[in-house]
């Protein structure tokens, strides 16, 4: 597709479930990020790839938290026993180029709900 | 500490009245702003942006502003019309050539008919 896309669009998991939210970026982009955005936030890093190379995942709130993105173009983070506190929209933004003045384009979004 | 503030949840606005959205930031090493647009239930949308060579970018009916000596930059929207109605995030780039983007809490503009 022409855009970035993201699967599923919403997700219910039980807490303590494990779940895996996918991010098709753009195709040929360098740059991946997640981002979670809570209600009425706005949107906080997670981690950022570029190409394979995992080379920030400051953001990730805990070790419960786990991004790859083995061949450099899906990705999939996962959640291990999800809390309450997980619940979120996570987003997943891909850039074209390594360098600074380019816009991040965004996916819709994976709207989790821990029950 | 914020590094990148919107002070103003919300702001309402005439359509065809000129809508302004404010937004400070912090953290002077990067120089590289962008807007984006939020409709509910997609993701952000970009919108337009600055860099700190500028003190101004125009786009139609969107301009941005910056202030480098104030750490502010603002949006303006002029004529502002319903579809405008949505959430703004003010976004820094950060982290230089990584490019990370720092975003604020977002101001949710309504644009009455």
């Known amino acids: 597709g022409a855009g970035v896309s993201q699967s599923p669009r919403y997700k219910v998991a039980k807490r303590g479930q494990d779940v895996a939210l996918r991010c098709d970026p753009i195709?040929?982009?360098?740059?991946l990020f997640w981002y979670q955005q809570a209600l009425g936030q706005g949107p906080e890093f997670l981690t950022y790839?570029?190409?394979?190379?995992?080379?920030?995942k400051s953001g990730l709130p805990s070790d419960r938290f786990f991004a790859e993105r083995p061949e450099g173009s899906v990705s999939t983070l996962k959640i291990q026993r999800t809390q309450q506190e997980d619940s979120a929209v996570y987003l997943c933004?891909?850039?074209?180029?390594?360098?600074?003045?380019?816009?991040?384009?965004f996916g819709q979004g994976t709207r989790l709900t821990v029950v | 500490d914020q590094q990148v503030k919107q002070n103003s949840p919300s702001l309402s606005v005439q359509e065809g009245r000129i809508s302004i959205l404010n937004c400070d930031y912090t953290?002077?090493?990067?120089?590289?702003f962008l807007w984006y647009k939020k409709y509910p239930a997609e993701g952000p949308t970009f919108l337009i942006s600055?860099?700190?060579?500028?003190d101004k970018n125009e786009d139609g009916r969107f301009t941005v502003f910056l202030n480098k000596s104030a750490k502010h930059l603002s949006l303006h929207i002029v004529p502002s019309q319903p579809g405008d109605s949505a959430v703004y995030f003010c976004?820094?780039?950060?982290?230089?050539?990584?490019?990370?983007?720092?975003f604020g809490k977002g101001t949710k503009l309504s644009v009455k008919p």
């Open positions: 933004a891909s850039r074209p180029l390594q360098g600074m003045n380019t816009e991040a384009f």
């Open positions: 195709s040929g982009h360098v740059s």
């Open positions: 790839f570029q190409n394979e190379a995992q080379l920030d």
């Open positions: 953290n002077s090493m990067f120089d590289y």
């Open positions: 600055i860099s700190s060579i500028k």
């Open positions: 976004a820094e780039n950060y982290g230089g050539s990584q490019g990370n983007l720092i």
